[in-house]
């Protein structure tokens, strides 16, 4: 019995024994494979719904009304769940980067800017909080800092429409243009 288990074991490929990737690993896998950024499009759609499964309805349902408040234009419904959300979940980061996305339409820069610090520390892979961070960054003049924030999400999102061109440009301002 015990040689048959070890002759099973030799026998099946490796890759069996392996866990299967996640789904968001495979998605970023695809990301990075992309050609072009309308092929990209499609699946940094795919990674974001994945972003901003909760695991739990009762925070489900709390962000599709945050949504829905704000785009009935209920801006002060929509922060009061939002804030909900943060406090209820506070490790869920797409409350955060909703609630940032909200704070920075609002003007309020500085309580935006650590929303989407705190998203980015909840998921390391959120590419959008990335470049929108990078552009708050920017706006005031911390150039290096965004060249981070932009290079990181590039890095994760290869064709991120039009952010390579950023780079490239921000580059030049930030370390010089080599000779």
């Keep these: 019995m015990r040689l048959a288990a070890l002759l099973l074991a030799v026998l099946l490929p490796v890759a069996a024994w392996a866990a299967p990737p996640k789904p968001v690993d495979a998605l970023f896998a695809q990301l990075h494979a992309a050609q072009s950024p309308e092929e990209a499009k499609t699946i940094e759609d795919q990674i974001v719904a994945l972003f901003q499964q909760s695991g739990s309805p009762s925070i489900d ?33 797409e409350g955060w980067h909703s609630l940032g996305l909200l704070q920075s339409d609002a003007g309020e820069d500085e309580n935006a800017m650590a929303s ?15 470049e929108q961070l990078g552009e708050m960054l920017e706006e005031y003049g911390d150039k290096p800092a965004a060249l981070k924030m932009f ?24 370390e010089g243009q080599g000779i």
């Design 61 to 93: 349902l709390l962000m599709v009304r945050a949504t829905a408040a704000q785009a009935a234009g209920d801006k002060d419904t929509a922060r009061q769940i939002l804030e909900a959300v943060t406090t209820l979940a506070p490790k869920y980061a």
């Design 116 to 130: 989407l610090q705190k998203t980015i520390a909840l998921n390391p892979r959120q590419f959008q909080a990335m």
């Design 151 to 174: 290079r990181a999400a590039l890095a994760l999102d290869p064709q991120y429409e039009g952010l390579a061109r950023h780079v490239s440009a921000l580059t030049r301002d930030v």
